[in-house]
């Protein structure tokens, strides 16, 4: 028995020495002093020995326990240490080094060309007006002299909410608001959403933008609106970029024109952009048809006024020479971020 004492003593002292960490040490604790251990099984053979052997073979195996409790208590305090130190190492953060990147974001192409637009009229000192983009039809249609059943409806593919209600059709209606809720001078742009059922294809979408303006005042002439869009077209697409009006048809104006503006592509002498012909087709105008301003309360022999009525989309791939509208919707940040 004293030999098999020595020999458990010197092997477990050993594979002490040599475990690497602390659930090795556990291991070797179970398996020596648990309750199915080796030294535990000896302390339970002891009452085979002869009565006078006992005290000192008793006294052995607490001196070999003892030792291995002691060696099992200071390699234990030696590798929680190194284990602790590797943690702290692997958890580490060095605060010099550079956070993640976060990219900055960019302005979408049609909010610059909008932004820009506004700002060249609120130059011109036109106030900034906004409407429902859930109109009564009274707005949308009747008080712009489209009556019900009239041809014009069937142009506007509109969204009906009920009989009563629509998704614009269009940016006028807030002039329609305007002209019923002030009294002139009148001076403002409106821009905003605007629906339409309409498939979306290279040059339409359902939801798009426009921007309105009016202007009622004494003596405004044909000559004003004139001026007024040509010194737009100017700031917005460079010198030597004017307008030309072509007669036309809207039931809340009278006269009423289509306007192009000089081809900013090729500056009039033609290109593919703008077909040959020099000009690019870009919004509808014209002077307030006086039966709108009478059935908006303002006094036609005395006021008179101009609207105008940009595609905002329209204005933006034109400022950008982008050839088709699903560019701006797509949100393919590769087309959208070389835009600044
Ligand atoms: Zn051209």
């Known amino acids: 028995m004293e030999n098999k004492l020595r020999e458990i003593r010197e092997r477990v002292l050993a594979e002490l020495s040599e475990a690497r960490g602390t ?11 648990g309750k199915k251990g080796e030294l535990t099984g000896l302390l339970r053979g002891m009452g085979q020995l002869a009565p ?6 008793g006294q052995l195996v607490n001196d070999v326990r003892r030792a291995i409790e002691e060696e099992l208590e200071k390699k234990g305090a ?7 130190n590797a943690r702290l190492e692997a958890e580490a953060v060095d605060v010099t080094l550079p956070g993640p990147e976060r990219s900055a974001g960019s302005m979408h192409p ?3 060309a909008l932004n820009r637009m506004v700002e060249i009229f609120t130059g011109m000192g036109y106030e900034v007006v906004e409407g429902p983009e859930v109109e009564y039809d009274h707005y949308n249609f009747e008080l712009l002299n489209i009556p019900k059943n009239h041809p014009a409806r069937d142009a506007q593919d509109t969204f009906y909410i009920n009989e009563n209600t629509v998704l614009r059709t269009h940016t006028s209606p807030v002039q329609a608001r305007i002209m019923t809720t002030r009294k002139p001078p009148i001076r403002v742009i409106c821009p905003g959403r605007v629906y339409r059922a309409d498939e979306a294809d290279a ?3 359902p939801v798009f933008h426009q921007m309105e303006g009016l202007v009622i005042d004494e ?6 609106l004139k001026g007024t869009l040509d010194e737009f077209a100017r700031q917005m697409y460079g010198e030597g970029i004017s307008t ?8 809340f104006t009278e006269p009423s024109a289509e306007v192009d503006l000089t081809c900013a592509n090729c500056h009039g ?12 087709e870009v919004l509808g105008a014209g002077m307030v048809n006086p039966h709108v301003l009478e059935m908006c309360g303002i006094d036609p022999k005395k006021y008179s006024g101009f609207a105008f009525g940009f595609g905002v989309e329209r204005v933006a791939l034109l400022r950008y020479n982008i050839p088709n509208l699903r560019y701006l919707y797509e949100n393919d940040l590769r087309f959208l971020t070389q835009y600044r």
């Open 203 to 205: 040059t339409h979408s």
């Open 23 to 33: 659930s090795k040490l556990e291991q070797i604790r179970v398996s020596v002093l």
């Open 219 to 224: 003596n405004i002439t044909m000559a004003d």
């Open 110 to 112: 049609m909010n610059i």
């Open 52 to 57: 006078e052997e006992r005290p000192r073979m």
């Open 269 to 280: 002498a033609g290109c593919r952009m703008c077909k040959g012909t020099g000009w690019i």
């Open 244 to 251: 030309r009006f072509r007669p036309s048809f809207f039931p």
């Open 78 to 84: 030696e590798l929680k240490e190194i284990e602790k």
